[in-house]
């Protein structure tokens, strides 16, 4: 009974005890818990080290990470196909072409006749500049799988590329004759038409391929093009926004409805999308040089030189932006290097996708940009330049009459315009 009254006395201490450190039973019960919040702290404070360590990460080091795991597949398996094309993948993502087109090369060993490794080994070839090669690998796709709607567009961009529109129009009517319900082979011929000038036949090509496929985006965009090309801009904006809602990630697609912005005389409205193409691929030259004209016909010229000559560094071959570039840097009175503006007279004319049916000058006329064709007489210019009509002759007496007369730059265009006053 003692015993027993003792244990009773016990338990009853204990209760006074809980009772009374009721707040330290929660204390005890957040002791706990902010052991564990500062041990989470703790975790927090390693996570973001290792968040600092990925951001220290080399390339190389990415690129080990991301080949771990197929490499792992490839110890057990060496004959896994798939982890063959994702090392493939991998490589291509780095940009590595040549191991890329090993692997894919590799897989396609092992499985000779998987669609999917044969487009992707094309696609490898077109970016290792081996267009022959990436031509027979889409012929030998297109025979397993004849319904390729990528496989004909890559197909056609490469015969196209070579100069043989016409045997790229041969094959996609062969192919539409023994299957007329191919949408890729139509757009195919879409595309070769629209490459000879031939708008209107282009046009019934791609709604050919739209009635077979109505979200084939790159058929609205082929589409849309042909439209523009035919003067038909309402029609145009039309078929490039049907393309943007299958697929608003293509900056050829928005460059495009800027252009017919352009052309309406809408250079606002051209702005937005010039915008959203360079923010999609920030190194697109026609993208930057539409933002130019667009710039220039809102009278913004600084910015829409800065533009125009940010397109010239990713193509210093563009031959609508060199003339857009000298049409500006005349409207603001700068001269360009008379060695620089010969280059551009020399340099054969290109044919641009944008402006095949309207050209460069045609737009700059209606922003108000005169070429190098339309300046003012030089009796006039000379007035504000102090600059000699050109002569011919020697380098050598060139360079002469250029340290005579000096050249007016953005620099001096202050000076001048005190003069001027």
């Known amino acids: 009974m003692a015993n027993d009254s003792k244990a009773n006395d016990s338990k009853k201490n204990t209760g006074k005890t809980d009772k009374s450190g009721r707040t330290g039973r929660k204390g005890q019960t957040g002791r706990p818990d902010k052991t564990n919040r500062a041990g989470k702290a703790g975790s927090t404070g390693r996570k973001s080290e290792g968040k600092v360590g990925k951001a220290s990460e080399t390339a190389y080091d990415r690129l080990n990470r991301a080949l771990k795991p197929y490499e792992k597949i490839l110890e057990k398996n060496p004959e896994d196909t798939a982890a063959w094309a994702g090392k493939g993948s991998v490589y291509l993502k780095h940009r590595m072409y040549k191991d890329s087109l090993k692997a894919f090369e590799k897989a396609l060993e092992i499985e000779p006749g998987n669609p999917a490794y044969l487009y992707e080994k094309g696609f490898v070839l077109l970016q290792l500049n081996r267009d022959e090669a990436a031509l027979n690998t889409f012929d030998s796709l297109l025979e397993i799988k004849p319904d390729s709607e990528k496989a004909w567009n890559l197909r056609t961009s490469v015969l196209c590329r070579l100069g043989q529109q016409e045997k790229a129009l041969g094959a996609a009517e062969k192919a539409l004759a023994s299957n007329s319900r191919l949408a890729g082979a139509w757009h195919a011929k879409g595309s070769v038409l629209a490459d000879l000038g031939r708008y209107e036949e282009a046009i019934e090509a791609y709604d050919s391929a739209l009635k077979n496929n109505p979200d084939m985006a790159r058929a609205w965009e082929g589409k849309a093009f042909a439209l523009y090309s035919l003067d038909r801009p309402v029609e145009s904006i039309i078929a490039y926004e049907s393309a943007l809602k299958i697929n608003p990630d293509n900056a050829k697609t928005w460059a495009g409805k800027a252009m017919v ?161």
């Open 261 to 421: 912005h352009l052309k309406l005389g809408k250079y606002r409205k051209a702005l937005e999308p010039c915008n959203k193409a360079i923010s999609i691929k920030p190194d697109f030259a026609d993208a930057w040089y539409c933002k130019g004209l667009a710039l220039s016909g809102m009278d913004k010229n600084e910015e829409a030189l800065g533009a125009i000559e940010r397109a010239l560094r990713i193509n210093p071959e563009h031959a609508d932006a060199l003339k857009a570039r000298s049409a500006v840097s005349s409207k603001l009175g700068i001269d360009l290097d008379e060695d620089e503006e010969e280059m551009e007279e020399e340099k054969p004319a290109r044919r641009s996708v944008w402006t095949r049916k309207e050209p460069t000058n045609e737009i700059l006329k209606r922003t108000g940009v005169q070429g190098n064709g339309q300046r003012e007489d030089k009796k006039k210019k000379k007035e504000w330049t102090g600059k000699e009509p050109k002569e011919k002759g020697s380098r050598e007496n060139k360079g002469l009459k250029r340290e005579q007369k000096g050249k007016v730059t953005r620099k001096n265009i202050g000076k001048r315009n005190e003069e001027k006053g």
